[in-house]
DNA sequence: TTGACATATTCCTATATAGGAATATTATGG
DNA sequence: CCATAATATTCCTATATAGGAATATGTCAA
């Protein structure tokens, strides 16, 4: 099986830089046309427009005409899965270190077996 | 040009979910056997081992050795740039959108051109 | 209608999977 | 040295890109 298409999550969605990039460029939450992002990004314009048509089937942007633009806008809500998941590991960069140690210490006291730990051969990879 | 290689970023490693599910699993920070990691998520050994040769190669994990077993511990640090990345559109859901829409507005006056506001004639897609 | 502008789509190709199956590698105990 | 356990690697294949180039589609204005 091949990798999960792009349009499947927002996960393999926001993956490819550009696309973030271009997430970036709408990130104030006003609404522009195609031209304004090609001019922000300085992509080619077919793939400004494939970007967002990925963007949009995931339902991070969202869509208006307006004459012969078409104006997109950030659907930011739907990032919130990411954020979600993330966050879990919030605790591995924000200073709570002690935390995470003794969180993971009781834990090991909570798992009565495993007293193989005096094996102490260990070797970095 | 295909797409970027799962090994190239965080970003791309994350876009399994299959990765993720492995990530939840040392989510607490112990480290675990490859034996243990496979019980846990119900994959094929040879599966989790590629996987998490993956999410070694963008440092998500380390690895260490223990006879003939090897222990995987979570490197949490290195999914700081997703969590930094995605808080810039955190405003979208956590319920202040009356900062999001003044804050658009503030841009759109400070923005003194582009009065061809009246164009109405919008039309969702 | 016609031309110019804005955007989307189609074609093409090199590349990189993810999963399954089989096998190789490494370590341990006796 | 050998069987076994733990893990990694190799082979294979269907699939899905991302980017470039060219073109199609749609819209407006005169």
Same mark, same amino acid.
């Given at each position: 099986m091949a990798r999960a298409a792009t349009t499947l999550d927002v996960f393999n969605a926001v993956a490819e830089p550009r696309r973030r990039e271009i997430l970036d460029v709408l990130g104030d939450g006003r609404e522009r046309a195609?031209?304004?992002?090609?001019?922000?990004?300085?992509?080619?314009?077919?793939?400004?427009?494939?970007?967002?048509? +990925?963007?949009?089937?995931?339902?991070?942007?969202?869509?208006?005409?307006?004459?012969?633009?078409?104006?997109y806008r950030l659907n930011g809500s739907n990032l919130k899965p990411v954020h979600d998941w993330v966050k879990t590991f919030e605790q591995y960069w924000s200073h709570q270190i002690d935390r995470i140690k003794e969180r993971a210490e009781q834990k090991m006291r909570d798992h009565?077996?495993?007293?193989?730990?005096?094996?102490?051969?260990?070797?970095? +990879?």
């Open positions: 195609v031209s304004e992002v090609v001019e922000a990004v300085g992509m080619p314009q077919p793939s400004v427009s494939k970007h967002l048509s +990925v963007l949009l089937k995931v339902g991070v942007v969202t869509v208006t005409r307006n004459g012969q633009m078409r104006m009565k077996k495993q007293a193989d730990n005096q094996a102490d051969n260990k070797e970095e +990879v």
